[in-house]
């Protein structure tokens, strides 16, 4: 169960139509833009070693130091790329056009990166506080041995899941157990048997690591492709504080439960959504869509469904939901958190939830 | 809170007393010196309401260099006086190395808690006269002689390079950080 949804999530990426950016073109006509797939669990400087020689024949001579911008917006090099994608992108963008540029580093926006060094070194930042947060103590992380942590850190690169589970699971960052996860196992069907290993003996409840992306508007928006742009990082709130697992006996942990946990004053007065039979049915929870028309279609529909009805039921709420996302999906609120986590999480262990808000204008957050 | 069996951690309420608590015994022992200040998040879209927003800081610091002696407990932060003090400071800070151009560097420094480590965490960066930003090296110079030892033995070690502060609610920080190494 688990290594299917992990490897509709490896392979997953965001077919990318990257410009150079006009001042930077030194060459006439100027080069075509470089169409290219990005991983989904990827960074963007991490594709520099492509797009440089594309584009290397039309830059002006001097020292390169590579950026990445949408619509005017500097990209942060730390965020997965599939996140910037889910999160700038209400409307997803096929393909995504990005402007890239070797120049002109915004070191007042930006972080200053050092090409691969720079996003290996935060990834293993990530793992060891992800490591923390589970495991209360970074050790397996910390005394992971070079070989080791190139094997990781080479296969987050070339997206081999194989060699990924086999390095991680020295870790023992384990995997979240609870009754929905059994049950699912119970009742599907044969010829499923190899992908349940980490299942086993492995019951780690408690603190998830999250990195939660809240954008929140003032405006209502029934389409997507009517959202107000984000082109500020102000306008985002980036909350690093882990989820809290709370079992109660019968009662499954969902995925709005652990939102509340984390934004308590967003979600008190929310009521819980999708009481009434979905559009989707059950099985789709189960499916990772890949990044094609059809399941976005379904995946638009359950937003717009989502919107109706907390339109509807929601009278005197200072904020509401307008989206939830998180590796290119919406996922229905209620949906068991531990399935979330478990098949859902980036490969330094943290879970990347996009999460946009309308607050009534004038509330002052 | 019973120290014996404590581990060390800290809830963002405790932090946000012990913060209150900590500028206040600043104030008393260092009243030569600037105080720290609570900052809240500025952002438009910040969720102000979580005390984990809230972080102290310190920003502007100068350091100037100090005469010849190389005691390492000696120090002194301020603004123009250039003098040898051989008195204990209650709160360790920076020696100055001798420099015969006397150069100055400023110092920010946050202090953030983590709800990820649960402690508080240091955060600082330090700038030349000109803006440009120290690297981990100089700063290393400006530490008193037994706190570059600790540095080497102890399990708080340092961050070798730029951290991201942006997950904290801040504009990101091109600095440094004392995290967790446990």
Known sequence: MHMEAQKYLWEGAIPLQIHLHELEVTTLPPPPPALILAPRMGYLPLLSTLIKPYFSSALPPGVDTVWFEYKGLPLKWYIPTGVLFDLLCAEPERPWNLTVHFRGYPGNILIPCEGEDSVKWSFINSLKEAAYIINGNSKNVMNMSQSDQLELWNSVMSGNLEAYLRVSSKLKLGTVEDEYTIKMNLSTKSGQGTGETDMAGQVKTGRIPVRLYVWSVNEDFHDLEDAPKIDNWDKISFINRPAEIHTEEGKCFTLHDALKGLLPEFFSDLPLIGEESPKLEDEDKMKIPSEDASSNRSAEEGVENLCERMESSCTTTIAEIKLVRIQGIEPKLEIPFSWVVNNLMNPEHFLHICICIKVAAGNTI | ?182
Not at chain 2, 51 to 70: A, M
Not at chain 2, 83 to 89: D, F, G, P, R, Y
């Open chain 2, 1 to 182: 809170m019973d120290i014996l069996s404590w581990d060390g951690a800290l809830s963002s309420s405790e932090f946000s007393i012990a913060g209150h608590d900590f500028i206040e015994k600043w104030k008393k022992f260092n009243p030569t010196y600037p105080p720290w200040s609570w900052v809240t998040c500025k952002k438009q879209s910040c969720v102000a309401s979580h005390e984990v927003e809230k972080y102290l800081s310190l920003e502007n610091i100068s350091l100037l260099s100090l005469c010849e002696e190389d005691h390492g407990d000696e120090s002194q932060i301020g603004e123009e006086e250039i003098s040898c003090s051989e008195e204990e400071e209650p709160i360790d800070s920076a020696t100055l190395v001798e420099s015969f151009d006397r150069e100055v560097h400023y110092y920010d420094f946050h202090i953030v808690y983590s709800a990820s480590y649960r402690v508080p965490v240091l955060y600082f960066r330090a700038f030349f006269s000109d803006g440009q930003p120290l690297v981990l090296d100089e700063i290393e110079k400006d530490l008193p002689a037994c706190s570059a030892k600790v540095l080497l033995e102890s399990k708080w070690t340092f961050i070798t390079q730029e951290v991201i502060l942006s997950y904290l609610c801040i504009s990101d920080w091109n600095g440094y950080a004392c995290l967790p190494c446990i």
